[in-house]
């Protein structure tokens, strides 16, 4: 149990294209979602804090313009990186709190989508 | 605001040794949960423990133990009889209240030689 996708694993797209990651909780329902970027041998940071239903909460620093989020549906949320450019690359992780045991904060991480931008 | 401290960058250890991995955490919050996730090379996080801030039982779970000490604010994580297949960066997180993200430290990147 406790699954959660990430739709593409892996993308290259050219400087100035938007890029779309879906994060999905396969077999429970998620209130919240978090996005975070790694890059490449560095820690995880977070990036934002998705509730379904409502505007997300992006951390100090991030752009809320370029890293659209949306959380349409309890198992759904999606971050689109727009005009994208190279310094964008990185590993972006999705993961999402199990409504039914939201008390006990475990979260359970996507597999990650790792973005390349030329 | 938050912090978590991994001061091991890299570890290496031969097949069965047994390797502790240290993390320090800072917070004003008396109510915090605090985490170990395993990142193998693939990517993928995987969950291996949380703690409550109050609830200091240390636990032991087949090769994995943890030991967590609020008077030095240390959660601390030992493998025992460690395997090649435990090879991979061991990341410490916290979270002080339970709908806030995770705050990681920067990972102790373990290499488990036959």
């Known amino acids: 149990g406790a699954v959660v996708s990430q739709h593409p694993s892996w993308v290259i797209c050219k400087s100035g294209t938007s890029v779309k990651i879906e994060c999905r909780s396969l077999d429970f329902q998620a209130t919240t979602m978090f996005w975070y970027r790694q890059f490449p041998k560095q820690s995880l940071m977070l990036m934002a804090t998705?509730?379904?239903?409502?505007?997300?909460?992006?951390e100090q620093g991030v752009e809320k313009d370029k890293f659209l989020i949306n959380h349409a549906s309890l198992t759904l949320s999606t971050l689109t990186v727009t005009s994208a450019h190279p310094e964008d690359s990185s590993f972006y992780i999705c993961s999402a709190r199990d409504r039914s045991t939201e008390a006990t904060g475990t979260q359970y991480f996507g597999p990650g989508t790792r973005l390349l931008v030329l | 605001a938050q912090k978590v401290t991994q001061a091991q960058t890299e570890i290496s250890v031969v097949e069965k040794e047994d390797v502790t991995l240290d993390c320090v955490y800072e917070t004003r919050d008396t109510t915090y949960y605090l985490f170990w996730y395993k990142q193998p090379p693939s990517g993928e996080l995987v969950f291996l423990i949380r703690r409550n801030s109050f609830d200091e039982q240390n636990e032991i779970s087949g090769r994995y133990s943890w030991n967590f000490q609020k008077s030095t604010s240390s959660f601390n994580f030992t493998i025992t009889a460690s395997q090649v297949v435990d090879s991979a960066v061991y990341f410490c997180a916290l979270s002080v209240r339970y709908s806030l993200g995770l705050n990681f430290g920067k990972g102790t990147s373990l290499l488990v030689t036959p």
């Open positions: 998705s509730n379904e239903g409502s505007k997300a909460t992006y």
